[in-house]
């Protein structure tokens, strides 16, 4: 409260100030009360309420202060104080409620003045509408009264769907950037209680992305109750889990999206029958020639281009987001400069795209597309914009199909644009789209950036019904190449739900980064121990544990779980092969040529066998062996390794030049500094008899 009365004291702002006095006045004469010992039974309760009313003040001084620094934020600010609209809420509902009848009487007018009549009732609403998204979006924390008259416009029947989506969506951004218990508790309820899809998923969205852990456990406990009990709901988990990974997908746009771009378009352009011109796309014409000299040739075309389509369509079945390349650069259109136009649902009447539409209303093409096409919103508006301007361009036969219909590419308009995954994926990707392009993106908080996108690391969901799903995301995760975050959602485990899987993720995870998970001080051996207590018989554990006895040269802890292994597959090349290792690193050397010379023997053009055989060799001092072993791999795709370790075979043997030689292009390939030569195998060095003025005079001529 000082800190907040010095930084009031510094802003002409009385009314925050008489505030922060009436909290303070409240603060002390509860303390006064506490000092002359009183036990108030209801101290906890009024400390609380204190504290949000705290909470409160700075959340909207934060937001006034984010307006009074940007250029952006008061230009919109403004705008919204100097009208005239009635901002209450019972106003907002009567608007609505209008404007849905004033569409229905529309079916009643004459054709002459219907199309008039149509974009005027239009463009007065999605003025109104983007009016009030930006009011939403930029509005302070509400009262209790304010979230239930929002409620019952989100959930009556009587409004248009897609203006409640949108108002989902500004109740969003306005959470992300401050908490808001009745705004949070307000979306919960929507996604409870609604019956539309389309409103429920954009709920769901907007709930999730807006958790703040510190704020609900501290100042709303109630808002927690509500979300766990929430999730009792498996129905509700198996959401929370799908959104998690379109998340996911989304975030992976850009990366798809080179792909596509260096990988599959490439092929797909080289072997269709079209090239791009400055004049719009041209029909190639045919190659008589190459058809009677290669006759094989257009079938092998056309299995390519095939190849080329089914792995985007593979990618987009899986949920990647195959169209943001493209359509992202067509989000520079006047029309996205609205915020509101980002967010608004697809629809025909829209002011921006309504004559566009109108010129273009026999093409079925189009209306395929935008009816059964498998992008988002925005991507619609985009395709619409885009289409209107390069239709002239196309050759007369293509636009001649495509007004017919015959040009929709089938293959895309498989997928279900009904079922709740698609939706939300949908949504998720107006919402990349936004936060990725905007120009004034940066004044918003951004729900994909890496410290918010992953929700399911969030300790608020520890011990409660969606843990249990804990696992499925982290080996998604790992999938994905995406291990930090696989680490960080292992962590927010509780110990109960920690099984067999979760050990060996977590023993994984470990291993690649060098640090314990925070429930584990044991590290990768404590992980894969665990995972052995409830699956002593396990390959993959033993393997993961031995590995991780290996690393840490417990080599003789290591070499007792390989000869298990080996008692269940003796002829596994790999066992084989780690326990020769185990056995070689002991100075066990002939036990290890056992089994290397049976490999040899087996597989005499492995060179993984020849590789460990030649240093076994080298380390029992069988050099002449080990160098012709040696003169083999270095024919043959040599590894950097195997130069170094032949160096060593020649320097023990007394070649000193080609030791160094060989040294030295180790060196050149790697950018390795010259002291690795020793510090590799010093030991080994010292133990063959190597001495210190000869490892001195090695580096000398290296």
Known sequence: MSAMEIYLSKRNSQADQDRLYAISSDFELMTGYWKRGFKDPQLPSLYTALLRRLYVLYANVSLNDAVGQSTFLSSVYTRLHISARDWSFPALRDALETFVSEVAMLELEPEHLRVDKTKKLYDSHHLMMSEWFDRLWLSALWTDAQASAMEE??????????????????????????????KFRTLLHVYRQTTDPYVSQRALVGWTMALKHEIITSLYPEDLQEMEELLEDKAVCQELLELQHQIYYCINAEKDNRMIQEEIMPDLLQNSKLKLTRNGVEELEEDTLNDILHPDEEERRMEQLEEGYQRMQNMQKQGSDIYFGGFSQMKRFPFFQEIVNWFVPYYQDHPGIADAVRNLRNNRFLSAMMNMGPFCNSDKYSFVLAFSQVIVRIPPEMREMMEKGE??????????TDNTAFIRRSY???????YRLYPYRSEFHNPFEPSSRLFFANSIFQHTHLEPYFNDIAAFLIKQKREKDAFCVLSNCGEARRDFRFYMMAGYLTSKYGSPLAFSDEGVVGCYQKALTLKPDDDKAMQGYARALFNEERYEEALEVYNKLLEQQPDSKSYLLNRAVCLTKMSRYQEAQKDLFRLNYEMPDDQQVNRVLAWTLTCDEKYEQAIKIYSQLLTDHPQHEDLLNYGYCLWLNGQVGDAADCFHRYLKETNADPSVILQNELELLTEK??????????LYLL
């Open 407 to 416: 040009a929709a590419i089938s293959e895309m308009n498989t997928e279900n």
């Open 689 to 698: 008899g190597i001495t210190e003025p000869e490892m001195q005079m090695m």
């Open 153 to 182: 416009i989100l959930l009556s029947p009587t409004i248009e769907s897609r203006d409640q989506q949108l108002m989902v969506s500004a109740i969003t951004m306005a959470l992300l950037r401050s908490y808001d218990s009745a």
């Open 428 to 434: 998720l990707q107006d919402l990349y789209r936004f």
